[in-house]
């Protein structure tokens, strides 16, 4: 089983009363659809209604509130369904919910996402009743349907080796509605005042050491240099052969701008579970021997701290922000060529709707996983 990424939270998605880690695929709003049949004029067909202060009365409830709100507007500000659906819209709230007509229906959309959006949308009682006042010689209200909001989870530990390693190699490109995924990295640079990647650094023949700590295992790295006449691509090939042996699953990569060339350890773990910190070696280390080189200006130099960008910590993703994971890992090819979701099974992703239970089962001793932190559950 792989380090289970930052991104995924515990959530019975399952309703087995058991949490299991997850990531958020997919969330969408809950919408009402009232369906009026064929409007001849699109948008500047005629509503019906009064066109004078004739108010026409709408209930509706909105994200499961409990209890219906009823609603009104006159019918001078809604003579098309154009008009109706602005007026509408301003009744609702705005904020709350979005109105649009869409073909021959209007649509009522909650601003909210997930299992618990929903919007209900039923007839007034207080005056005259909007729903079934709207109606021509070719139209009339023909369905009231509402359609409520879903989550769609990945389940990791329904995924085997080979997918969860694919999943975690196409992670860090995937661009979110909120971030891409970062990864923890440190790095060492070399600079001089003309200097690149192919330069003679005239280190001597021997074996030299970096300090490496990647996701919190510490090891010495020791490669060799050949002789004065090596540079820092050579240098790059020994040690990605020693940290091939040392940290399999880090990545090691080299960059060569403006007279700085830069070596660049990279954590296999997105997020802040992942960390990487590269310090001079304990024996022969390179950095000191580097800048003991008689060239005044020649020097190395370690970076402090780890984040996603070289020098920096891993950020995580809200699984709870994401709203385009599902679109993006059937898009993003994994190592094998084919999308990342592509041969994962129907049991590893799910759907949970709306159902009475709690969003967090706890466990026996009362507390719950929040997504950070095990916390007493108060109902």
């Known amino acids: 089983m792989n380090a289970i990424p930052g991104s995924f939270t515990y959530v019975d998605v399952m309703f087995n009363n058991n949490s299991e880690p997850a990531l958020l695929l997919e969330s969408t709003a809950g919408f009402a659809t009232l369906t009026f049949?064929?409007?001849?004029?699109g948008g500047a067909t005629p509503t019906g209604l009064a066109n004078d202060a004739t108010e026409y009365y709408v209930k509706h409830e909105i994200d499961a509130a409990g209890s219906a709100t009823e609603v009104n507007f006159a019918g001078s500000t809604a003579q098309t369904f154009a008009t109706l659906v602005t007026a509408l819209e301003t009744a609702l709230g705005g904020a709350a919910t979005t109105v649009a007509l869409v073909g021959d229906s209007i649509v009522v959309t909650s601003a909210t996402t997930g299992n618990e959006s929903t919007v209900v949308i039923t007839a007034g009682t207080t005056g005259r009743d909007l729903l079934s006042s709207i109606k021509g010689n070719s139209f009339k209200l023909q369905a009231n349907v509402t359609t409520r909001g879903h989550d769609k989870y990945l389940r990791w530990e329904a995924l085997d080796d080979l997918e969860q390693k694919e999943l975690l190699a196409t992670m860090n490109g995937i661009t979110t509605g909120e971030a891409n995924w970062v990864y923890a990295s440190d790095k060492i640079t070399v600079t001089d005042t003309t200097f690149t990647a192919t330069t003679a650094i005239g280190l001597a023949a021997a074996t030299y050491s970096l300090g490496v700590t990647v996701d919190g295992v510490a090891k010495q790295v020791s490669f060799a240099v050949a002789g004065v006449s090596s540079t820092m691509t050579d240098v790059y090939n020994a040690f990605v052969a020693a940290m091939a042996v040392a940290f399999p699953n880090a990545v090691v990569s080299m960059t060569d701008a403006a007279n700085v060339v830069t070596l660049i350890v990279t954590s296999g773990v997105p997020g802040p579970e992942g960390s990487v910190a590269v310090v001079d070696g304990s024996t022969n280390g390179f950095i000191a021997q580097v800048d003991a080189l008689a060239s005044a200006t020649l020097d190395a130099a370690v970076a402090a701290g780890v984040t996603g960008a070289?020098?920096?910590?891993?950020?995580?993703?809200?699984?709870?922000?994401?709203?385009?994971?599902?679109?993006?890992?059937?898009?993003?090819?994994?190592?094998?060529?084919?999308?990342?979701?592509?041969?994962?099974?129907?049991?590893?992703?799910?759907?949970?709707?709306?159902?009475?239970?709690?969003?967090?089962?706890?466990?026996?001793?009362?507390?719950?996983?929040?997504?950070?932190?095990?916390?007493?559950?108060?109902?």
């Open 37 to 41: 049949g064929p409007l001849p004029m």
């Open 310 to 379: 070289v020098g920096t910590a891993g950020t995580k993703q809200s699984p709870y922000d994401v709203m385009s994971w599902f679109a993006a890992l059937n898009t993003v090819k994994a190592p094998n060529g084919f999308p990342v979701l592509s041969s994962v099974g129907p049991v590893a992703i799910v759907e949970r709707e709306n159902k009475p239970t709690m969003r967090y089962i706890p466990r026996a001793d009362g507390t719950y996983w929040s997504g950070s932190a095990w916390v007493v559950w108060t109902a």
